[in-house]
């Protein structure tokens, strides 16, 4: 079995494959704070939940886009599963052909969603991948699967927070849709505004990237912990897939595995 951690500002996401199948997976805060062992600690105790120890995990990878976690995270990795882990970075084989300015300023995350997706819809024609995380990314795939650029926007509960501590009496709110785009109190005011404000925001862009594509056949794939209740409000998303980026990781393993084993 193998560990694949997609290390994120606001999440760390976990996952356990035993050859092609997903066992589990499970999310965690993401805490600058916590020490690899208590990361650690954490690890093996969902292990053990799910009835596993650490001896079943025979290796692992992780992406991150929190640096200050990389050390962190390899650490607790080596103590408490015995693994020396894979990440992904400059050097590490990934398959994907990059047409962006400076490929090195690609997220990790990013990449890592590119593969997946490729590796799970590809079918010979472009995609927009789509990642609502702690920010809104638009990952766009030309007819060869080449990554060609792309769109960040706000993320979803980001600008939610700078809504909340920006103003004195507007309340933090649960981010689901309304019944209705015309609401009727401060709450689902609030709501509307950023569960149509950025399906509005999704459309309209996808719509773009569609026009300078100069293709009306692309497949519009969501990820992220926001991606059900923003696609549910759009006609332009035809994949909904929240584990995503751990297939990617997964599939990056198995790649980079070979590779070493030739």
Known sequence: MIICIDVGNTNIKYAIFDGEQLK????????????????????????????????????????SVVPSLDYTIEKMLNLYLGIIPKQ?????????????????????????????????YGAG???????FGTATTFNVLNAKYEFIGGVIAPGIRGSLDSLVSGTAKLPRVEIEAPPS??????????????????????????????????????MTIATGGFSEIIAKQTKCIDVIDKTL??????????????????
């Open 88 to 120: 992904i970075a400059p050097g590490l084989k990934t398959g994907l052909s990059m047409r962006a300015d400076n490929a090195r300023e690609v997220g990790a995350d990013r990449i890592v969603n590119n593969v997946g997706a490729i590796r799970k």
């Open 24 to 63: 589990f997976s499970f999310r965690m805060a993401t805490d600058l704070k916590r020490t690899s062992d208590e990361y650690g600690a954490q690890l093996t105790s969902m292990l053990d939940v799910n009835g596993l120890s650490a001896k079943d995990v025979t290796g692992g990878i992780f992406s």
């Open 125 to 131: 024609k472009p995609m927009i991948v789509v990642d």
């Open 245 to 262: 980026t751990l297939y990617g990781l997964k599939y990056l393993y198995d790649l980079n595995s070979s590779e070493e084993a030739k």
């Open 181 to 218: 785009v015309i609401a009727t109190n401060t709450v689902t005011n609030m709501q509307a505004g950023i569960v149509f404000g950025f399906a509005g925001l999704v459309e309209f862009i996808v719509k773009k990237i569609k026009s300078e594509l100069g293709v009306k056949d692309v």
